[in-house]
């Protein structure tokens, strides 16, 4: 049976890996330690499709070792075991790599049991990972190993190797730029996914009378049909979108917010975009514009009430407005300042006039004893302490500069007086 063309085409050489310049360049570092022959433990990080497992294999190659593979999904300890023994074998003279595919299916255990293997240098462990390494790799590897990040492919690049695959395909194939265009935008920087494209392209296209298979952009949107969009609910790039979503906000960008938040629309994933929302009209705007949240509550309602596609339409409303509002970020400054002395235990007693009187026998304690009510005074205000002894002269709101706030901060200072 013929395999997949993307695995037909699998580059031999690194000068033939699409993309990953920022790494494979010549004079980059992982370029270097894979010329170098004497590979050290390696892990990349990066989606699918974007070349990790091509770069192992060349990697192997160049070293000239024997490369065992598994499958973090489905491979267990055992295995692990068998390739360690066969690397104390004339098979393993010189060493080993071991190549792991998604090393965060493995659970602590099964990492741990890679430490045996990698400690002694007779197996070189290169591992692909999906999935933030920092947060699912054991941390006796990471300290062990060197983490190269893939990239997502550009559009460009992908041509270029939809152009190359299609001249060593059995057939005349025609691509026209149009349609070359079209897989390799759809494919969100995954360039085995374009190749299946093509693929599927050629097999699906029925020769014209010169026995040429023209592949033009109709044919290509057909089989294209959805394109490959990535989002993982409890993944990076879930994380990594909400995370640009809310920078794009706070950065005053309406529209990188936007196209970030069509993401989210484009996932179905309502819930993160309301509660991510609501978090920016707080943190970001807060007390520049207080009716931000509002707003935003009410968008959320309604988005919420309305569910997708029309919930997109009051939640594009609260992004634009939250985008295009003033920015103050004091009142998270100001609970945060706040509670670290709290949680470093900076407290101190509560005043006693400050303390509840509202029980029989509270005055006897000096509970609420001198306490000046600030409405029987010009203003609503009067001078007297509220925060505890141990605490006195602390500062944990800073009006800041939005024109609200220094409003604001102009009446206390002429109140205060």
Not at 112 to 133: D, H, R
Not at 225 to 241: E, I, N, P, T, W
């Amino acid at each position: 049976m013929k395999s997949p063309l993307a695995d037909r085409l699998r580059p031999q050489s690194l000068s033939d890996v699409v993309g990953q310049k920022h790494i494979l360049s010549e004079g980059k570092v992982l370029y270097n330690i894979i010329q170098s022959v004497e590979i050290t433990n390696i892990i990349f990080y990066g989606p699918s499709g974007i070349g990790k497992t091509t770069v192992a294999n060349i990697a192997a190659k160049i070293a000239n070792k024997p490369l065992y593979k598994l499958n973090a999904t489905n491979a267990s300890v055992s295995d692990i075991k068998a390739i360690l023994q066969e690397a104390e074998t004339m098979l393993g003279a010189d060493g080993v790599i071991l190549y792991l595919d998604e090393i965060q299916n493995f659970n602590k255990k099964q990492q741990q049991s890679l430490l045996e293997c990698i400690e002694n240098g007779k197996v070189t462990l290169i591992a692909s990972t999906t999935e933030n390494p920092y947060f699912y790799i054991y941390n006796a590897i990471l300290s062990r190993s060197t983490v190269f990040e893939f990239y997502s492919v550009d559009a460009e690049d992908i041509k270029e190797a939809l152009y190359r695959a299609k001249d060593t395909l059995e057939y005349p194939v025609i691509l026209e730029e149009d349609a070359a265009e079209h897989i390799a935008r759809t494919a969100c920087g995954d360039v085995r996914k374009s190749l299946n494209s093509l693929e599927v392209a050629v097999m699906a296209a029925t020769p014209d009378e010169n026995q040429n298979i023209v592949i033009d952009l109709a044919l290509a949107e057909e089989v294209t049909m959805k394109k490959a969009f990535r989002h993982d609910r409890d993944g990076d790039s879930h994380y990594d979108v909400l995370s640009a979503f809310q920078k794009a906000v706070r950065g005053s960008d309406p529209d990188a917010a936007l196209h970030y938040m069509a993401r989210l629309v484009a996932a179905g994933d309502l819930q993160s975009i309301c509660r991510r929302i609501l978090v920016m009209a707080a943190e970001d705007i807060g007390l520049a514009y207080p009716n931000a949240i509002v707003i935003t509550k009410a968008c959320v309602d309604s988005a919420l009430q309305l569910g997708f596609p029309e919930a997109r339409i009051p939640l594009a409303e609260a992004v634009i407005m939250l985008a295009t509002a003033p920015k103050s970020n004091s009142a998270i400054c100001a609970i945060d300042s706040a509670l670290y002395d709290v949680q470093s235990g900076l407290m101190g007693d509560i005043p006693p006039h400050l303390k509840d009187s509202h029980y029989q026998g509270a005055k006897k304690m000096g509970h609420g004893n001198n306490y000046k009510y600030p409405h029987d005074y010009p203003n609503h205000y009067v001078k007297q302490q509220y925060l505890p002894d141990t605490l006195l002269g602390r500062k944990y709101y800073n009006y800041g500069e939005s024109k609200l706030e220094q409003q604001t901060k102009t009446y206390w200072d002429n109140v205060k007086k």
